[in-house]
């Protein structure tokens, strides 16, 4: 990657100030396509935003980033180098408080001034220079909404040794193809890398009372499958902001009354979920938190002798184990 570019203080207009939000912008007015909007929390999006300014200038796009009250001032200062680059609109938003990823992307959607929004985690990076020219074709013609999904990939990051589990999470999860997403439109929708009509946004808006990390992308896309087409294509970009297995393990074990607030939301979509059949099988069953600390020392493997499948394996049997212990039953 370039050198960050330095901050120039003509580059970028005075800030607008509101109780909540700091909002600055580069100036630049026009029309544009979409709507590039950016969540981002303690991430100066630094590798996103280097790619987004060689596409961009190929296309008329603005962008937004929210930073959902990390108060870093070195961070915004990079930020706003970075956007003062920006060949079309582009524009920072300062919350003064940290609110969480739903209410960031919910205020995002409240600046963009585009009927179409790309929604890009800060830790995306685009996986090829076609990127924005795929979604733009992908726009249906009219004015009928619809929800384009992209997918997501580690094309272009190697895993070291402390990120290892968590790669081998996602290839085996996650980075699915169009077609095997299809199968499940709204359970595959993973919110950071996804292509929306406004209408969409704004008729389902992102579940706050999701706290912390973890399955509010999965509740927002099964809300936007009972109303509206998801369509999944292949239009990946590379998730750079992989875990630890420490931070992995952390997300997972204080994720499950989000898991329990998606399942009383979405009984019949998420009872068909594996994950959810073993939690349920787990609750009457003695001793969860010794089977979930065994799984954790396991997938955890400090020693490094656990293989890559078993620890894949006690990393779910962890989940659940947790899960079991939060799960409510709406038919109990």
């Known amino acids: 990657m370039s050198d960050t570019p330095k901050p120039s203080a003509s580059a970028m207009a005075e800030p607008g100030v509101t109780s909540q939000e700091t909002v600055r912008d580069n100036g630049h007015n026009g029309p544009s ?4 909007c950016i969540p981002a929390w303690r991430d100066t999006a630094s590798p996103l ?33 970075h956007l003062a680059e920006f060949k079309g609109p582009a524009k920072l938003i300062t919350a003064h408080q940290n609110k969480g990823r739903s209410f960031a992307r919910n205020r995002l959607i409240d600046h963009a001034n ?3 929004l790309l929604m890009l985690d800060a830790d995306m990076l685009p996986d090829d220079d076609k ?23 580690l094309a272009q990051i190697t895993a070291d040794k402390s990120r290892a589990l968590h790669a081998a999470q996602s290839i085996k999860s996650e980075c699915l193809g169009a077609a095997e997403r299809m199968t499940d439109p709204g359970r595959f929708v993973f919110t950071s890398n996804i292509l929306a009509h406004r209408q969409i946004l704004e008729n389902v808006s992102f579940d706050d009372g999701y706290q912390g990390w973890g399955w509010e992308d999965v509740d927002w896309g099964l809300r936007v499958a009972e109303q509206f087409p998801i369509r999944h294509i292949d239009n990946t970009a ?77 990393l779910k049997l962890y989940r659940s184990a947790i899960y079991s212990e939060t799960l409510h039953d709406p038919r109990d």
């Open 131 to 153: 990127f924005l020219a795929r979604y733009l074709d992908a726009i249906p013609g009219g004015t009928e909404p619809a929800l384009i999904a992209g997918g997501f990939s």
């Open 33 to 36: 396509q979409i709507s590039i």
């Open 49 to 81: 935003l280097h790619a987004l300014s060689e596409l961009v200038e190929h296309h008329v796009c603005e962008v937004l980033i929210y930073d959902d009250g990390s108060g870093d001032q070195e961070m915004t200062a990079t930020i706003i180098a």
């Open 238 to 314: 590379t998730h750079l902001g992989l875990d630890t297995t420490d931070a992995l393990l952390h997300k997972y074990g204080t994720s499950g009354e989000n898991f329990a607030r998606l399942a009383s939301q979405h009984p019949q979509a998420v009872s068909q979920m594996p994950l959810y059949k073993v939690a349920r099988g787990l609750r009457p069953v003695p001793g969860t938190s010794i089977i979930a600390n065994i799984c954790k020392r396991l997938a955890r493997d400090r020693f490094g002798f656990v293989p890559m499948e078993m620890r894949l394996f006690a």
């Open 114 to 116: 585009c009927d179409w």
